[in-house]
Nanobody
Framework: QVQLVESGGGLVQPGGSLNLSCAAS????????MGWYRQAPGSERELVAT???????LYVDSVKGRFTISRDNAKNTVYLQMNSLKPEDTAVYYC???????????????WGQGTLVTVSS
């Protein structure tokens, strides 16, 4: 069973920073792609940042220049450094990994539990 555990959310003032982390644990898997979605109240879930299977990093336009996705392959962990936060960044942030498993052989997406980010003065 592969599990993702997120941490790092919280309350921050506009202009502040937060760093989210998402660690994968389990056996018999490798990670193909990873990233972060967010869902604000009353809104659809949107992709915020991702590492594609080819290693490219991509961002939604609204966070370019402010958010940075990074990863530590040895720790199976993906991070999202969020700077210059705005009230409109308030949402529940979900990490995901697209994993390849060996027993049984397969490919699927695994989600974190979500962490709330609130940007407010």
């Amino acid at each position: 069973q592969v599990q993702l555990v997120e941490s790092g959310g919280g309350l921050v003032q506009p202009g502040g920073s937060l760093n989210l982390s998402c660690a994968a644990s389990g056996r018999g898997f490798s990670i193909s792609a990873m990233g972060w979605y967010r869902q604000a109240p009353g809104s659809e879930r949107e992709l915020v940042a991702t590492f594609t299977s080819s290693g490219r990093s991509l961002y939604v336009d609204s966070v370019k220049g402010r958010f940075t996705i990074s990863r530590d392959n040895a720790k199976n962990t993906v991070y999202l450094q969020m700077n210059s936060l705005k009230p409109e960044d308030t949402a529940v942030y979900y990490c995901y990994d697209d994993i390849v498993t060996t027993t049984p052989v397969g490919f699927r997406r695994v989600w974190g539990q979500g962490t709330l980010v609130t940007v407010s003065s």
